[in-house]
């Protein structure tokens, strides 16, 4: 959410952010109606306050009894108005994005991101590499059928040594973030649209929400909801600050992507599972905990021998809420190809203001916490790593790492 007081002294402001963004809003509109709102409001306290002053001399005065009459018939049509008015207005900011950091690239695609760095070697084949979707069938670790026949298409099972591999995977990340000073939740699967509006998922991602049938509640999309909604309408202790979470949760979208290769096979979903980074700081902090939450990242893609590579989101790719983000885009062997695998996003104050989250120091300092969000691992790390890993017969070896877990150190196929 926008700080109203921007609206009100420098709207040109929110003006060249949509603009730069591309969203048709009508800013000055906007600034008609919080105005004509005001003076409504303004209006009604001196009209209350006149009121209370007559109805003192009700008593004693017939004519004061009929002034306090129609004051409250005035009352009352103003106050309609100001009804109207108030949810249009909270309507219309309710769609302003957040602002952008000015060294966010231009551009409207994924070709328009800007590459940081890159890391790691990419893995060569001296046979026809296969992707992760005939991989999974071969090893008969994933399916896709029984997914679509007990849900519908966009749902899957992983099964077997790829169920162990995916359960080490996430349980690994965990215990790598809690060792980084992370709190481990387990949080609910879904959130009341309050929390998805104050997350930012509302209105502008609301065509890839499960709604709930007869209920305040939909399946959450990430855990990012549920853990930022956490400490809604509370005042956190500035000493307190930083407050890093950590949760592991299954994830529901509604959009599944297009057909063709890039969404073959289970890399563009309807549910996926992922391990989350939440991160509540001062303002002053947000740039420095961004960083960190792209380093650990980096760490466990690094530790997993996934090669990757690091773009800076451009304007059109980065989504309303957003002040700044990276992603990491991991190599896939048989994409032959970097495909985005994380999301890192500062947010700045966006969430805080729609949620009430603020924060107090010891001296009395009051403000609204920043928020980090920002992917740890998907399902899409373990197919970077059945792609990346797979031999000649279409095993696949097991990161060093995640061994000890998994107990085995390669996935074969199964003896016929």
């Known amino acids: 959410m926008i700080d109203i007081k921007i609206l009100r002294e420098n709207p040109e402001l929110i003006e060249e952010s949509c603009k730069r963004r591309g969203m048709d809003i009508d800013v000055q509109k906007l600034v008609d109606i919080e105005k004509e709102y005001r003076a409504l409001n303004q209006k009604v306290q001196e009209l209350q306050a ?16 009929v002034q306090v009459k129609e004051i409250k018939i005035e009352l009352s049509e103003i106050e309609e108005k100001a009804t109207v008015l108030k949810k249009d207005l ?40 296969k992707d992760h979707q005939e991989l999974g069938e071969l090893l008969d670790i994933i399916d896709t059928k029984r997914g679509a026949k007990v849900a519908q298409a966009g749902f899957y099972y992983w099964k077997g040594k790829g169920a162990q591999l995916c359960s080490a995977l996430f349980f690994w990340t965990q215990q790598q973030l809690v060792n980084r000073g992370f709190e481990l939740f387990m949080t609910p699967c879904a959130a009341k649209e309050k929390t998805l509006f104050g997350t930012g998922y509302l209105p502008f991602f609301a065509d890839q929400t499960y709604g709930l049938e007869n209920e305040d509640l939909a399946l959450i999309g990430t855990s990012e909801q549920t853990l930022v909604g956490y400490h809604a309408d509370e005042m956190l202790k500035g000493e307190d600050l930083p407050l890093s979470y950590t949760s592991y949760s299954p994830c529901f979208r509604t959009e599944s992507g297009s057909y063709g290769k890039a969404s073959r096979g289970i890399f563009r979903v309807h549910q996926f599972h992922k391990v989350e980074q939440i991160v509540f700081c001062k303002p002053e902090d947000s740039h420095k905990y961004h960083l960190q939450c792209l380093d650990n990242e980096e760490y466990l893609l690094k530790k997993l021998g996934i090669p990757y590579r690091v773009v800076d989101v451009c304007v059109g790719d980065l989504g309303a809420p ?4 990276y992603d990491i885009e991991a190599y896939f062997a048989g994409f032959d190809g970097y495909r985005e695998v994380t999301s890192n996003t500062n947010l700045t104050d966006f969430q805080s203001r729609r949620l009430g989250i ?47 877990l998994v107990g085995f150190d390669v996935i074969e196929a199964p003896k016929k």
């Not at 000015?102 to 026809?128: A, L, Q």
């Not at 957003?322 to 983000?325: A, C, E, L, T």
Request: net charge negative.
């Open 50 to 65: 006149e009121r209370n002053k007559l109805s003192k001399e009700c008593k004693d005065n017939p004519d004061a009894r």
């Open 90 to 129: 909270d309507d219309g900011m309710g769609w302003l994005p957040n602002f952008l950091a000015p060294e966010v690239p231009d551009g409207y695609v994924d070709e328009d991101n800007k590459e940081i760095r890159k890391e790691g070697v990419v893995p060569s084949f001296s046979f026809e590499r």
């Open 322 to 325: 957003g002040y700044r983000k």
């Open 358 to 404: 603020r924060y107090k120091d010891k001296d009395g300092k009051k403000g609204f916490v920043h928020t980090i969000s920002a992917t740890a691992v998907t399902d899409r790390v373990v197919i970077a790593i059945l792609e990346n890993n797979q031999k000649e017969d279409g095993s696949i070896i097991i990161p060093e790492v995640l061994r000890p």
